[in-house]
């Protein structure tokens, strides 16, 4: 049985977070939810990688690691467009 690995970590730092929500608008993946006025990532299998909820983050309270060589075609496909 092959594991599929998880080819973002998204991590959000409870202490800078001001649960302002601008990830959660940003996301296209729907990510984010809010828990207790702090945002935290529900459902990170479904990021694709394009680090908008980085940038969208006054707090820095979002990281987005564990990168693989490989971004998804669909990361892909919007990073292309935004640039």
Do not use: N, W, Y
């Not at 929500?21 to 694709?48: D, H, L, N, W, Y």
């Not at 309270?61 to 060589?69: H, M």
Request: aromatic share 2%; glycine share 6%.
């Amino acid at each position: 049985m092959e594991k599929e690995p998880m080819a973002f970590e998204v991590i959000v730092d409870q202490e800078k977070c001001k649960g302002c929500e601008e990830c959660i608008e940003v996301c296209t993946s729907g990510v984010f939810s809010i828990e207790g006025r702090k945002s935290i990532p529900i459902q990170m299998k479904a990021c694709i990688g394009c680090k908008s909820c980085v940038e969208v983050c006054k707090e820095k309270a979002i990281t987005v690691r564990g990168l693989e060589k490989e971004m998804s075609e669909m990361a892909s496909l919007l990073l292309r467009d935004l640039h």
